[in-house]
């Protein structure tokens, strides 16, 4: 027999051995009523008992509810508040002690104000 043929007798009778250890290793399974919820009663015995589960389930929705307020709120002022109106040419052209000043004028008392200007 040429190296490169095989013989086909011999391949069926390993298939024949390896399906008969199979066989052996894993017997069938009767079907029953309770055979869903016995394999769901192990899967959760193989789980670990923690408090990261019900974290993740609680976590879950507060991503959601955030996302969704963020988006309300985004969509509140895009709507009521409207575009930002354009600055004006003379706040485009005051410097920054200009602005300054005027932002300590409005901070302090007006009469004061008025007295310093009367006195002089």
């Not at 003379?90 to 310093?116: G, I, M, P």
Request: charged letters at 25%; a negative charge; glycine letters at 4%.
């Amino acid at each position: 027999m040429h190296p490169t043929q095989r013989d086909p007798s011999n391949e069926r009778d390993g298939l024949g051995r390896l399906f008969a250890a199979y066989r052996e290793a894993c017997p069938d399974l009767e079907g029953s009523a309770n055979f869903v919820p016995n394999v769901w009663k192990a899967i959760e015995r193989s789980r670990p008992a923690s408090w990261v589960f019900p974290l993740r389930f609680w976590a879950r929705r507060l991503v959601m509810s955030a996302t969704l307020a963020t988006g309300l709120l985004i969509g509140y002022l895009a709507v009521w508040q409207g575009p930002a109106p354009a600055p004006t040419a003379d706040v485009l052209e005051a410097s920054y002690l200009d602005v300054l000043t005027a932002e300590s004028l409005d901070e302090q008392d007006a009469e004061f104000w008025r007295l310093a200007e009367n006195k002089r």
